[in-house]
C-alpha cells in the first residue's frame, strides 16, 4: 500500500495505491492545521493505515517567494 499527499495553499491531493486498485481524494487544505487536511484526504481514501509519515515545504516555499508575515 502506497498513500501520497500534496498539500497546495488551495487543495489536498491524495493518491492511494494498493494491489492494482487507486483512488484519488481532494480537500480543502487547512492552513491553520496541515496535519488535519492531510488526515481528511487520506481517511477519504482508505481507514487502512498504520502510520503515516508526512513533511511539507511550506516554511521553504514562503522564505524562497518572500512571501508571509511581514
Request: charged content about 20%; proline content about 3%; hydrophobic content about 35%.
Amino acid at each position: 500500500m502506497i498513500i501520497g499527499s500534496d498539500v497546495g495553499g488551495t487543495f489536498t491531493d491524495t493518491v492511494f495505491i494498493s494491489k492494482g486498485e487507486i483512488k484519488v481524494s481532494k480537500v480543502p487544505t487547512t492552513p491553520q492545521n496541515f496535519a488535519e487536511g492531510v488526515l481528511r484526504g487520506i481517511n477519504k481514501v482508505s481507514k487502512e493505515y498504520t502510520r503515516v509519515i508526512h513533511g511539507m515545504t511550506v516554511g521553504t516555499n514562503a522564505v524562497l517567494q518572500k512571501r508571509g508575515a511581514k
